[in-house]
C-alpha cells in the first residue's frame, strides 16, 4: 500500500552567471589589455633593432635622444639615398619601455616600406600617425613613444649638416617662450607630455608666465598644439 508524501516538488533556481568586467579597458580596440595586439607584437618582436652598435661606416647618420640618467635613451641609425632623398634602411636601440619599443618598431616599418620613404615625409610623420598603426596606446605612455620620433629628427638634422644642406635643418623647440623663467617650447612640450594638459598645469611644473602675464597667450596656443600633436583633436 502506497502511502502519500506531504513533500513539495523542488523548485528550480535561475542562477545567473556574475558577468566580471576587466580592470581595463582599451579605448582603441576594446580588448580587455591597455596594450592593443599590435603593440605586444612590436614589443616581443620588435622590427629593425640592432642589439650591437654598428660601425661608423655602416650607416649614413645616427641621432641620439634621451638620458640614462632618466633611464629613456633613443638611438637610431640611417641609410640614406641621396639621389632620391628617401631613407633606405632604418635600425634603433633603446633603454625603454614597451611603448617606446613598439612605437619605434613601428616608425621604422613605417619609414623603409615600399622601398623607402622620402626624408621630408618622414619629418612630416606625427605621434598620432604611429600610434593610429598600433591600434592605440594608453595617454599615459604616450610620452615614451615619441623617443624614436625625436631621434629620428635629430638624424635626419645631422645628415642635412653632413651634406651641407644647412637650409633644411629644423631645431625645434629652442625658442625662448618666457624670458624671465627661460621657459623654452621643447619645456613646454615636456610638461604636456608628462600630463600637464592645462596652462595652471603647466605653470605648476615650469613657472612660465609667472611675473610675465604677456606670453601666457602664446603658452595656451602651444599647450593646444602640444596635446592635439599627442593626444589628438580635444573632444571636450
Known amino acids: 500500500m502506497k502511502t502519500?508524501?506531504?513533500?513539495?516538488p523542488i523548485e528550480k533556481r535561475s542562477i545567473k552567471k556574475k558577468i566580471i568586467k576587466p580592470d581595463v579597458v582599451n579605448k582603441y580596440d576594446g580588448g580587455s589589455w591597455a596594450y592593443s595586439p599590435?603593440?605586444?607584437?612590436?614589443?616581443?618582436?620588435p622590427k629593425n633593432l640592432l642589439w650591437e652598435n654598428p660601425k661608423d661606416a655602416d650607416y649614413d647618420t645616427d641621432g641620439v635622444v634621451g638620458s640614462p640618467a632618466c633611464g629613456d635613451v633613443m638611438r637610431?641609425?640611417?641609410?640614406?639615398?641621396?639621389k632620391k632623398d628617401t631613407i633606405t634602411d632604418f635600425k634603433w636601440r633603446t633603454f625603454g619601455c614597451a611603448s617606446a619599443i613598439a612605437a619605434t618598431s613601428m616608425l621604422s616599418v613605417m619609414v623603409t616600406e615600399k622601398k623607402g620613404m622620402k626624408i621630408d615625409k618622414a619629418l612630416a610623420i606625427t605621434p598620432q600617425d604611429i600610434i593610429a598603426r598600433l591600434n592605440g596606446l594608453p595617454d599615459r605612455?604616450?610620452?615614451c613613444s615619441v623617443l624614436g620620433d625625436k631621434a629620428l629628427r635629430v638624424a635626419i638634422n645631422n645628415w642635412f649638416k653632413k651634406t651641407g644642406q644647412l637650409s633644411r635643418i629644423v631645431n625645434e623647440g629652442e625658442?625662448?617662450?618666457?624670458?624671465n623663467t627661460k621657459v623654452t617650447e621643447a619645456d613646454i612640450e615636456e610638461a604636456v607630455l608628462?600630463?600637464?594638459r592645462t596652462l595652471v598645469a603647466v605653470q605648476r611644473r615650469t613657472k612660465v608666465g609667472i611675473g610675465n602675464p604677456?606670453?601666457?597667450?602664446?603658452?595656451?596656443?602651444?599647450?593646444?598644439?602640444y596635446r592635439e600633436k599627442?593626444?589628438?583633436p580635444d573632444t571636450e
Not at 637610431?76 to 641621396?82: A, E, K, R, Y
Not at 604677456?214 to 598644439?225: D, G, K, S
Request: glycine residues 4%.
Open 214 to 225: 604677456e606670453c601666457l597667450l602664446r603658452v595656451e596656443e602651444l599647450i593646444r598644439f
Open 194 to 196: 608628462e600630463g600637464a
Open 4 to 8: 502519500k508524501t506531504n513533500k513539495k
Open 76 to 82: 637610431i641609425w640611417l641609410n640614406i639615398n641621396p
Open 141 to 143: 605612455k604616450i610620452h
Open 230 to 232: 599627442y593626444y589628438g
Open 38 to 45: 599590435k603593440v605586444r607584437k612590436h614589443f616581443f618582436s
Open 175 to 179: 625658442r625662448v617662450v618666457d624670458p
